[in-house]
């Protein structure tokens, strides 16, 4: 039987475990690391993955495409995407649908076939390690993920020739890496702070079961603002002994990125570190600029206060969304590699007043939890153990303008609810329902999933014709639209007339154009 891997397809890092004899194995990469860097460069015709491509960024800059998860999925105008546009150096354009597009070595690449490049080469690691071929993937995503950023994601797969068998959320895989199905039922909570994105899950498990409480995060909160903060103060103390603006010259700032996330990283073993950055600039007048300094953790956690902040209070609003008290909660679980920084782990127990479980490396505890995922479908056992929530609402634009609610966040997924529509003038032959993700009373502040038309609709009076619109949101988060004829219990025709995302001509394209023999990663 073919293995089914579980992938962890992170923002800055990328992971695949799979589960062998019972036990789970972190695949090795290329080169033997067992994370990928999520980075695709393109460059004299070729396409680098991971650290080939990381490692020669510093000349490439414009061709070196790195955080595509903060970009998937989401509307080029919307003004988080327009922030994320922002702190890269690679081009983004407003694609054919109004996604993001990437404009690299003269040519447009949808986010979906970047990242389809960061999983072929996961998918060529598991093949290598494992002696066969894989095409069978259960891929992780943040709980917060909406319709659109999990279909993209799942497009990306199917890009790189993996079929998706299950979309699972980053907290709860990291809830079943760390067994907590197995043993009595308890109440988890799981903080995820990863390079881009921050999530709360509250979690219900035990028994063989893990059901999602309550769920909240922010899609713009990770580890790089934390080396934002230290690039910030980097900055103030290097132009403040040099008399220059120094962030305007691309490899310096790319410098001073390196090393502030470097900075902080000691900073989670050292109390003090050393930044060197020799050689970094030259003065008009061609002396050469060489710069050191330390950075002390207390400086560094004063930098951040409000970032950590940030983060707590969202832990102890998710607790309280799902009805939950310091006192009710069990256990805690740290994710992602920013949670190695010790104020965070300092502050947690002072909020919770317990340790965090320990067992499941941090950086790796996804990927093994989307393993444990594949391999229980894979045996079809206990498929059905995983009650997930939808993280947002999901709801329809009503004639006022306003949002209307259809499925709340935090439902139980797979999730189906009923509506009657009717016509509201003599022979309507069509109705236009917009469907939306997002937890604004204001449609505008909502992600817009599509434009539904119910076409061809029987000749009546105003209000004779009910239809019933069924709204799905299936186990892996993705919505469905379906609508009936009551009085004829027919299907009725629905046609999206507006959608953001690939259409299926250009992903047809983009699966023909990725077999074709690529030019080879070295
Ligand atoms: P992840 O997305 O889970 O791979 O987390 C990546 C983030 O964790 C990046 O921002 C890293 O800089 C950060 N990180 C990795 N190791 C450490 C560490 N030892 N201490 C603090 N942050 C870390």
Redo the contacts with the bound molecule.
């Keep these: 039987m073919q293995p089914v891997i579980g992938i962890d397809l992170?923002?800055?890092?990328s992971c695949a475990a799979v589960i062998e004899q019972g036990k789970p194995l972190v695949v090795p990469m290329a080169d033997g690391k067992v994370?990928l860097p999520s980075v695709v460069a393109f460059k004299d015709g070729q396409r680098l993955v991971g650290d080939a491509a990381k490692r020669q960024f510093v000349n490439n800059v414009e061709n070196t495409i790195y955080a595509t998860k903060r970009l998937i999925g989401r509307s080029f105008d919307d003004p988080q995407t327009q922030d994320a546009i922002g702190r890269v150096t690679y081009r983004s354009v407003r694609g054919p649908n109004g996604d993001v597009w990437i404009h690299a070595a003269d040519r447009k690449y949808a986010i979906q076939e970047v990242t389809a490049l960061v999983l072929t080469e996961i998918k060529e690691a598991c093949r290598r390690h494992l002696a066969q071929d894989v095409t069978h993937a259960v891929i992780a995503v943040p709980a917060h993920f909406n319709d659109r950023q999990r279909t993209a994601t799942k497009q990306a797969a199917k890009i790189a020739g993996l079929e998706v068998l299950r979309v699972i959320n980053e907290p709860t895989a990291a809830a079943l890496a760390f067994g907590m199905h197995f043993g009595a039922e308890r109440r988890i909570a799981v903080y995820d702070l990863?390079?881009?994105t921050f999530d709360v899950s509250v979690l219900k498990v035990g028994g063989g079961a893990i059901e999602v409480l309550a769920t909240d995060g922010d899609a713009f909160l990770?580890?790089?603002d934390?080396?934002h903060r230290i690039l910030g103060w980097l900055v103030g103390r290097i132009e403040k002994q040099v008399g220059m603006a120094i962030t305007n010259d691309p490899v310096v700032a790319h410098r001073l990125w390196e090393a502030a996330?470097l900075a902080?990283?000691q900073l989670?073993?050292t109390p003090i570190t050393k930044i060197a950055l020799p050689f970094l600039t030259t003065r008009p007048n061609g002396e050469v600029v060489h710069f050191e300094c330390d950075l002390l953790r207390p400086v560094y956690e004063e930098l951040v206060t409000d970032l950590l902040q940030r983060t707590l209070t969202t832990f102890t609003n998710t607790l309280a969304a799902a009805s939950l008290t310091l006192q009710t909660l069990d256990e805690v679980l740290l994710?992602?590699?920013?949670t190695?920084?010790p104020a965070i782990r300092k502050r947690m127990v002072e909020i919770t007043g317990r340790e965090p479980a320990t067992g499941v490396h941090?950086?790796l505890a996804v990927a093994v939890g989307a393993a444990v995922q594949a391999a229980m479908l894979g045996e079809q056992t206990m498929p059905a153990v995983l009650l997930d929530v939808t993280p947002h609402n999901l709801g329809v634009m009503t004639v006022a303008g306003l949002a209307e609610t259809v499925i709340p966040k935090n439902t139980k997924v797979p999730a189906h609810v009923e509506r009657r529509f009717t016509t509201v003038r003599d022979d309507q032959e069509t109705v236009r329902i917009v469907v939306y993700q997002g937890d604004s009373r204001q449609i505008d502040k909502n992600e817009i999933l599509g434009e539904f038309q119910l076409e061809s609709i029987r000749k009546a009076q105003r209000g004779q014709v009910q239809i019933d619109v069924g709204f799905s949101i299936s186990t892996d988060g993705i919505v469905h639209v379906t609508a009936t004829d009551v009085e004829t219990g027919k299907a009725q025709e629905i046609k999206i007339t507006s959608s953001v995302g690939l259409s299926k001509a250009d992903l047809e394209r983009m699966i023909a154009e990725h077999q074709q023999p690529a030019p080879a990663t070295p």
């Design positions: 992170g923002t800055t890092n994370t990863g390079g881009g990770g580890g790089n934390f080396d996330e902080k990283i989670s073993t994710v992602g590699g920013m190695r920084m941090p950086d």
